[in-house]
């Protein structure tokens, strides 16, 4: 069998009511880490848009002054808190690209205060109460897809972002890794990736992350019940929610971590549920519905090595067969 290595992982659910303002949304969040820390979390990871309530339910042009650049204010923060912690820390950021030009990003940070992963969120949802599309560019797809190497350079060989003390990676002149498409990144403890919400209803994206080597997909979650839906319907969706990550977790051998947050903004009441899941699609860890709570799970990922013997997915996939996936829909005559 093979030789175990662990992670300890945290998630942090919690309310963003609308009459708090994001500086204080940003310290109840930091206090959490805090005790995610304390309780020998080695990894850990905030819901999607943390500092401030869900503001895409409507299209307000003044929101978009809630973005910042990364590196910004809020990422330095975020930078600090890491490298006093010692440990490394994903969070879920509205980042200002250019004017008029805005993401939701995660950005992963090392206990070293530095900055060694970006992700856009590339699937964007524009639903009733989720304006998404208004708000968010998605982000950018390259030509060739970024590969990850065990001996790309380590977090003290990175250089600083001019004008900051919390650097953004270095960029290699072969295949940058960069906020582009879907890339892994290494941490101490584990390969993860960095999806975001509406992503993780798309297999493409699970399965493009995994052949970067991730073990560990991040999905900050923004998700809820509407107040004119049905109970039924409501657990449908949080069912169907769970499955779809499960699924992930299995067809690819790995663990998944989804982070929601909790409470009720205006028409939606966001249901929590944060979990994590091992590769054989097992729950290890979950939330309450409805409570701020700190999940703390220790993942074997020894068990991705002894899964992916027993499943060889990966091994089996027909890649001279699938060219049809690059087509919207394939059409007949």
């Not at 590969?147 to 990175?158: C, I, K, M, Q």
């Not at 270095?170 to 295949?175: K, L, N, S, V, Y």
């Not at 929601?260 to 929590?272: I, K, Q, S």
Request: glycine letters at 6%; hydrophobic letters at 35%.
């Amino acid at each position: 069998m093979p030789n175990k290595r662990t992670l300890k992982l945290g998630l942090i659910q919690h309310a963003c009511p609308v009459d708090v303002s994001p500086k204080q949304n940003l310290a109840h969040a930091i206090d959490m880490i805090r005790d995610a820390a304390g309780q020998g979390a080695q990894l850990i990871a905030t819901q999607e848009l943390f500092t401030a309530s869900y503001f895409p339910q409507v299209q307000d042009e003044s929101h978009f002054d809630l973005a910042e650049p990364i590196p910004g204010p809020t990422s330095q923060t975020l930078c600090d808190l890491a490298k006093e912690l010692q440990v490394d820390l994903s969070a879920s950021l509205f980042e200002k690209r250019a004017p008029g030009v805005y993401h939701n990003t995660s950005i992963m940070i090392d206990p070293a205060g530095q900055i060694t992963s970006q992700y856009r969120k590339m699937h964007i949802p524009d639903d009733p109460r989720f304006y998404e599309k208004y708000y968010f560019t998605p982000g950018d797809a390259p030509a060739n897809a970024p590969t990850v190497s065990p001996n790309a350079p380590t977090n003290a060989e990175s250089d600083r972002s001019e004008g900051s003390d919390c650097p953004l990676p270095p960029t290699p002149p072969a295949t940058p890794p960069g906020p582009n498409g879907f890339t892994a990144q290494h941490t101490r403890h584990a390969t993860t990736a960095m999806l975001i919400c509406w992503d993780q209803w798309f297999p493409e994206a699970a399965r493009l992350s995994a052949l970067q080597g991730a073990e560990l997909l991040l999905y900050p979650t923004a998700i809820a019940w509407h107040k004119e839906e049905a109970d039924e319907e409501n657990q449908r969706q949080r069912e169907s929610w769970q499955i779809i990550q499960r699924s992930h977790a299995i067809a690819n051998g790995l663990f998944v971590a989804a982070i929601n947050r909790v409470g009720t903004e205006n028409d939606l009441t966001f249901w929590g549920s944060s979990f994590i899941t091992d590769p054989g699609g097992q729950i290890i860890a979950q939330a309450s519905t409805d409570q701020e709570e700190i999940l703390i799970a220790e993942c074997d990922l020894s068990l991705i090595e002894q899964t992916r013997r027993g499943w060889p997915f990966l091994r089996d996939r027909r890649i001279d067969a699938y060219a049809g996936l690059s087509q919207r829909m394939i059409d007949h005559d």
